[in-house]
Every structure is written in C-alpha cells, then in structure tokens.
C-alpha cells in the first residue's frame, strides 16, 4: 500500500513506454505519472491502485479467484471489452504441464534447463555442446573467437528454423543433434523479466524466470494488475498474432537453470529477452570450465551475436579480448542490462552458501537468518 521506489533500469524502458504503453489505462497513468503529468523519476514512490486489495483477496480466496473467481471475471470483462482473445475458458482451464528437464555433463557437473516448446533451454544446450566442455585455463581473444562463433551459429539456426517451425520439439532436437554431432558450425558458414535463485542447506535448487516484456499497459479497473503481453518479443512471434490455434503453448526465451555435482548445487538464471541463453552459456563457460567464483563468472565482461536486424552484429562489452569475427562489431562504453543480469545461487556441503547477482540489472543476494553456514 505505501508502493515502491522506480528502478533506474525501469525510469530507462519507461521513456520509450511509459505513454505509448502504459498510457493505456488510467490507474496505470496515475501510477506512473506525477500529479503534472509527467513521468516519475528514478526512486519515486510507484502506487498502483487497486494492488494492495488485489493481494489481499488472494490470500483470502486462494489463487483459483485469478482463474475462476471475481479477479478472473474483472480480467476477462476488460479484455472482452478492448476486442482482445481471452476468455473465461481459457483461465478456468488452464493447467501447467510438467516436462521432463534437458540434461547434460560439463566435467563432473549436471546440468539441467527447461525443454521444448521453450526455446531457450534449446539454444543453451546448443551453445554448451558446440563450444565443447573441456576446461578453460585462460581466457583469451581465441576462447572468445570461438564463443562468437557458437552464439552465431545457434542463434544463426534460431533464427532460420527455431523460430518459425510448425513443430519446435522437433526443430529443437536437430538442433541439439546438429551440435551433438559438432556440424552446427559447418552448418552455419553455409549459410525482455526477472530471475531468481534459490538454494538450501540440503543441496536442492530452484531457478524460477517471470517475465512480461513491457507488458501490455492494460489494467483491469480496480485489480491494480497490469496483464501481461507474450507477444511482445520479437524474435519470439515473427508469425505475428496468429501464431497457432487456441491453446498452443507460446514459445519463451526463459533459461531457469540448475547445475549439480556431488557435492554443490548451483541455481541460475537471467532476464534479458535473447540474450538471456548467451548470458547464461558464459557465465557456465567462467564458473564451471574456468573455475571462476559465481560473483567473478556473473562479472566478466560478455558478448551476444544480435540476430534481429537483416545482418548479424557483435555486440560486446569492454574488455572482453578481443575475438575474431567477420560480423559487424558494436563496443558498448561500460557493462550494460543489454547483456542480461545473471543470478546464481550455490550450496557447496564443505564450504556452504554462495549468492551473487548481477549489477546490470540491479540483482540483489539475501541468506536467510535461520541459514546454518
């Protein structure tokens, strides 16, 4: 009820969006806007009217009053009303689906993300199996070279088949079986969220990614809920809005991630739209191939192969040695939430907790007081 501070990395998005976006409802105006109209600055207090009853409600009810119940007739009146798709049937029968994990080795490590029909998973295990997974005992313009060369390739295939394929499971699988076999390379020369991530004492690891793009602007009156826009990348929907009958699942660039070996846990993920697989795949490559501590591997410098204009581009961060690379190179003057914002949690039964959280977005650590180590 007394509302939150406006992050830096919001004040920035919230210049291109702010009116065009969320302009569209008037409690999502008050919001954000001051009493002249103008946009909120960087730690002004954010009310969202209506939130603070929404979440009470929740508590009370239960969450089946998002699917079923009075939140849920506010959300499907309001977008019935705006000539939008959603229906009661589709919140009142929509279910998770429980799929088995992908799952590799990098040394003595197992590592698991999401599967198909997500991408992101996908294009992960594409870029660890093609990089290879021996350890790295220096870092060098040619260990960079030859990460330039794996995001390009994969997402160079992303873009090509991934993306746009009837069936993404199976698109998904040659992928993997492209880089199993180490010919994606070959192949290719022929041719927006929050993370966190949680461990315990007892070794088990969560990795929970949420995202809403920009999101959709749209407020339900009275809920203080801004809904959510899945369309809203564009590297996701390049079919459009018509991207497949009723109850299709879409496609996502979320990478929740959890790596184990027989003595350590570690959770991992990160926002930050299509550069989360890139930004995950090097901070593996720093902290489960060069040895690095999750606070160094998060702090190395990135880079991330940009698929979305007509050529390719590199894109890097200071620092970063300098690989070679026929695309077209872009070098940001500082680190940037462009590269994503790695979070990675570990529990190591000798040595205990680990957190650490990427200063590019702001990321945060906590251990709990009732933690023993």
């Given amino acids: 009820r007394d509302g939150f501070p406006l992050p830096p990395a919001c004040t920035y998005y919230l210049k291109f969006s702010g009116d065009k976006i969320y302009g569209r409802s008037p409690e999502g105006h008050a919001a954000l806007h001051g009493e002249d109209g103008s946009l909120l600055q960087t730690g002004a207090r954010v009310i969202v009217p209506g939130l603070a009853d929404t979440l009470e409600q929740l508590a009370r009810e239960g969450v089946r009053d998002f699917?079923?119940?009075?939140?849920?007739?506010?959300?499907?009146?309001?977008?019935?009303?705006?000539?939008?798709?959603?229906?009661?049937?589709?919140?009142?029968?929509?279910?998770?689906?429980?799929?088995?994990?992908?799952?590799?080795?990098?040394?003595?490590?197992?590592?698991a993300t999401n599967p198909p029909p997500a991408v992101g998973g996908a294009v992960l295990f594409a870029m660890l199996k093609s990089f290879g997974k021996d350890p790295i005992s220096r870092w060098t313009p040619a260990e960079t070279s030859r990460l330039a060369a794996t995001h390009a390739a994969v997402l160079d295939y992303r873009k090509r088949h991934l993306d746009l394929a009837d069936d993404r499971s199976e698109a998904a699988k040659e992928l993997l079986g492209?880089?199993?076999?180490?010919?994606?390379?070959?192949?290719?020369?022929?041719?927006?969220?929050?993370?966190t991530s949680a461990v315990d004492s007892q070794g088990l690891?969560?990795?929970?990614?949420?995202?809403?793009?920009?999101?959709?602007?749209?407020?339900?009156?009275g809920t203080g809920l801004w809904l959510n826009n899945c369309l809203g990348e564009l590297e996701l929907n390049r079919r459009g809005l018509s991207a497949g009958p009723p109850g299709t699942r879409l496609p996502s660039n979320m990478t929740p991630t959890v790596c184990r070996r027989a003595s350590t846990t570690i959770a991992m993920g990160s926002p930050g739209a299509d550069r989360i697989t890139s930004a995950l795949?090097?901070?593996?490559?720093?902290?489960?191939?060069?040895?690095?501590?999750?606070?160094?591997?998060?702090?190395?410098?990135?880079?991330?192969?940009?698929?979305?204009?007509?050529?390719?581009?590199l894109m890097l961060e200071p620092d970063v040695p300098d690989p070679e690379s026929p695309l077209v190179r872009e070098v940001f003057d500082a680190q940037s939430m462009y590269f994503g914002g790695v979070a990675a949690a570990s529990y190591d039964h000798d040595d205990g907790f680990d957190a650490a959280a990427d200063q590019r977005r702001?990321?945060?650590?906590?251990?709990?007081?009732?933690?023993?180590?």
């Fill in 67 to 111: 699917y079923e119940g009075d939140i849920a007739r506010r959300i499907v009146e309001h977008c019935e009303a705006g000539g939008g798709l959603l229906n009661a049937d589709d919140l009142k029968h929509y279910a998770p689906i429980a799929r088995p994990c992908l799952s590799t080795r990098i040394g003595d490590w197992t590592v």
């Fill in 178 to 195: 492209l880089a199993e076999s180490g010919k994606l390379l070959d192949h290719h020369l022929s041719s927006s969220t929050v993370h």
């Fill in 205 to 221: 690891g969560c990795a929970i990614t949420a995202s809403s793009g920009y999101g959709s602007g749209e407020i339900p009156p």
């Fill in 281 to 313: 795949h090097q901070f593996i490559v720093h902290a489960l191939q060069r040895g690095l501590s999750l606070s160094e591997a998060i702090a190395e410098p990135r880079l991330h192969v940009d698929m979305i204009a007509d050529s390719p581009r």
């Fill in 362 to 373: 702001e990321g945060g650590v906590f251990v709990s007081a009732g933690a023993t180590d």
